[in-house]
């Protein structure tokens, strides 16, 4: 009998190397289909606010907690020099220049405890940019560290640049403080049960209220620059 010569294998496309970052590297739960997504309400949950709201917050974080930005769909095109510029340059101006969301990382289960807490912080009553995304949900996967910033297309090649990760099927979002590989992400996520004690936690009060402090301003500097309707 002829030794049965196995078929060849066929080469990785590049989104399934991301998909192996995660589940591989992380542990994190994807959800199937393109563009890739991660699974949220088992590892974590996510606050989703302006990035403009967000960088107020990041100092109730610790330095492990992973933080991602994800473009603005009207976000401007870039130019050729911007483009040229050290990505993580392009990452710290990305929120100021691009108008974009921010997703802070929270501890699981935290999506159900939002509303309750922001009516204890006495919030409840606001409109809000804020929505917390948990058990059921997903976002979309930022792209790896050391992954190229243009997007994944069905073909496996890069397209467009009109924005820090592009505006294709992958790239839209990227870490701005990425989860290390071999670490429970879980320690560095902000929890209720962080408060009052003297843990390594991120107190998740103190987060959402200077979150919530920070959407309210950000609303009201918008509703100034809204030019008078007239009848």
């Known amino acids: 009998m002829l030794p049965t010569v196995p078929l060849p294998r066929r080469p990785l496309h590049p989104s399934d190397s991301v998909r192996q970052w995660y589940e591989n590297e992380l542990?994190?739960?994807?959800?199937p289909g393109s563009p890739l997504r991660l699974a949220s309400g088992l590892r974590f949950d996510v606050l989703d606010i302006p990035a403009e709201a967000g960088v107020k917050a990041l100092r109730h974080l610790g330095p492990a907690s992973p933080v991602a930005l994800h473009r603005s769909r009207s976000a401007p095109r870039e130019d050729a020099t911007v483009r040229?510029?050290?990505?993580?340059?392009?990452?710290?101006?990305?929120?100021?220049?691009?108008?974009?969301?921010?997703w802070l990382l929270v501890a699981a289960g935290s999506a159900e405890e939002l509303p309750g807490l922001l009516d204890w912080l006495e919030w409840g009553a606001l409109a809000l940019d804020l929505t917390a995304i948990g058990a059921g949900g997903s976002i979309e996967?930022?792209?790896?560290?050391?992954?190229?910033?243009?997007?994944?297309?069905?073909?496996?090649?890069?397209?467009?640049?009109d924005g820090p990760g592009g505006a294709g099927p992958q790239g839209a979002a990227v870490w701005l403080r990425p989860p290390e590989p071999g670490c429970e992400v879980?320690?560095?996520?902000?929890?209720?049960?962080?408060?009052?004690?003297?843990?390594?936690?991120?107190?998740l009060v103190r987060l959402v209220d200077t979150v919530a402090t920070q959407c309210h301003r950000v609303r009201l500097r918008r509703a100034c620059a809204q030019p008078p309707a007239y009848s």
């Open 84 to 102: 040229r510029e050290d990505p993580a340059a392009r990452r710290e101006k990305w929120p100021a220049r691009y108008g974009a969301r921010m």
């Open 27 to 31: 542990g994190w739960a994807t959800v």
């Open 141 to 161: 996967a930022p792209l790896p560290p050391g992954v190229p910033e243009g997007p994944l297309t069905a073909d496996g090649a890069g397209a467009g640049t």
């Open 186 to 203: 879980e320690p560095s996520l902000p929890t209720l049960s962080a408060v009052g004690g003297d843990g390594g936690a991120p107190d």
